[in-house]
């Protein structure tokens, strides 16, 4: 869980500001349809490209925003290439994605995009993550074990947008207590904490469990799945990586020839080789 120095600048002390902004329609795989302005940014702390889509009557929620109204409902989501695009069930992302579409647009609110995969150690080090999960490591076992941060995402981008905008008080859409804690030490006024639904299947109920009893999410988890939180790390199979060969044998024996290595062109006697190629 990241802690938020106190000295850390408020978002209104080193704003963003907007610099494109587009309407798109959404359609996600089971017909549930939105309409979203994907709002763009200018001097975003940590100079990423994070989105911002504004949903439902989300004009109307910055009116309302004072003490005696209903604060826009946000929602902080870290991109999942595997499960926002792929549909992976090793994980709740793609699920929680397209619930919080929904919720956010009957209401009235904004989705920030944040580019920060695999709680922020990259793509390819999250599925590193993955395969020391098959041997039996959590979730946070397996990133600390890489020699990277439980969790290493920043939501100082995330205040600068929502201040950009105007969202000086929110309506927070997770299960996560370190969003929560994040946002207010950056002075954005987080009036509610909503949850967001459990999603578990087969593939993600470690996962699950171990945000919940390592993180102090905020899951309520069938009875029936508990057990499988504590299976032990020698009762699960052992990840055996295949050498190159090994691969290519196996491509080989689906599709004879397609595993073999082509042999390289002959080169004509005029051709010359960029430096930058040797």
Known sequence: MTVMSETVARPFEQPAAVRSQVTVPLRFPDGFTATAEIMTFHGLADGKEHLLLALGKWERTLLDQGPEGTAPLVRLHSECLTGDAFGSERCDCGPQLREAVEEIAAVGGFLLYMRQEGRGIGL????????????????????????????????????????????????????????????TALGVDVSEQVPTGVHVSAANHRYLAAKRSHTAHTIDLPAEILPREILPAETLPAVIIPSHDELLARVDALIPGCGTVPRKPRRSAAFRKPPWLN
């Open 124 to 183: 390819y080090s999250k599925l590193d993550a993955y395969a020391l999960q098959d041997t039996g490591l959590d979730t946070y076992e397996a990133n600390v074990a890489l020699g990277r941060g439980e969790d290493e995402r920043d939501y100082s981008a995330a205040a600068q947008m929502l201040g950009a905008l105007g969202a000086a008080r929110i309506r927070l859409l997770t299960n996560n207590p370190d969003k929560v804690g994040q946002l």
